[in-house]
């Protein structure tokens, strides 16, 4: 079965500053990644998504992230953040074979004028 | 392109109602639909995997006759919460699959059960 960790609940960081929020997966079988938002009261936004190819991933909103099949992980950055990125960041991981996608249980990024 | 639209978006209901949710997909044909629910500040649990023309695939502690599912049509799928209880009251969010593109998300429903 895949499972996702995102090690840290909640991420504070001051606006203009980077950040990144941590994931990683397990699976038996090779995986896609992705990372979605979530603002408040809203559904889930899709960030970015790692199905095959480069390692790196670029999104929407400036964001990217970095699949380490090593190191099983796919943090997600930004060089720099803004009020607006406020939010629920879930990362969540698809078995290839497999629609369903299992979710990690969320960061919460504050930002910090 | 591939909207997902739920209805509706926040519903309040009383003990012992029934209530339905839709999900449609608005510009693609969508065989496949999943059904999340979300507790406040917790993450989204895959309630079922809803197939057109065929019977829900429900996720292991989902209760079938509880929360009824039917997708009827390539672009609509239904979540229908029986006998609603006050511990059923959570955000509802469905997905579609767009082969062969990921899921796109709904804006979700609130349930509450007073």
């Known amino acids: 079965a895949q499972s996702v960790t995102q090690l840290d609940s909640q991420v504070p960081v001051f606006e203009e500053a980077p950040v990144e929020l941590r994931c990683n997966y397990s699976?038996?079988?090779?995986?896609?990644l992705f990372w979605y938002v979530q603002y408040p009261n809203q559904g889930l936004q899709l960030l970015l998504k790692?199905?095959?190819?480069?390692?790196l991933v670029k999104g929407i909103n400036g964001f990217e992230a970095e699949f380490n099949k090593s190191q099983t992980s796919f943090h997600l950055r930004k060089p720099s953040v803004h009020i607006s990125d406020t939010a629920e960041y879930f990362c969540?991981?698809?078995?290839?074979?497999?629609?369903?996608?299992?979710f990690g249980k969320g960061t919460r990024l504050h930002i910090l004028p | 392109g591939a909207v997902v639209s739920q209805h509706p978006s926040w519903v309040i209901c009383k003990s012992g109602t029934s209530v339905k949710i839709e999900c449609r997909s608005l510009?693609?044909?969508?065989?496949?639909m999943f059904w999340y629910r979300q507790f406040p500040k917790q993450s989204l649990m895959l309630m079922a995997t809803?197939?057109?023309?065929?019977?829900?695939?429900?996720e292991q502690g989902v209760e079938k006759d509880k929360f009824l599912i039917n997708h009827a049509s390539l672009t609509l799928s239904t979540l229908t919460v029986t006998s609603a209880h006050p511990e059923d009251s959570s955000f509802y969010i469905c997905?579609?699959?767009?082969?062969?593109?990921?899921?796109?998300f709904g804006p979700g429903t609130r349930l509450t059960v007073l």
């Open positions: 809803s197939n057109e023309g065929s019977k829900a695939t429900y």
């Open positions: 997905s579609a699959r767009d082969p062969p593109r990921e899921q796109f």
């Open positions: 699976s038996s079988v090779s995986v896609y």
């Open positions: 969540a991981v698809s078995v290839s074979r497999d629609d369903k996608i299992i």
């Open positions: 790692y199905l095959s190819g480069s390692t």
């Open positions: 510009d693609f044909q969508a065989t496949t």
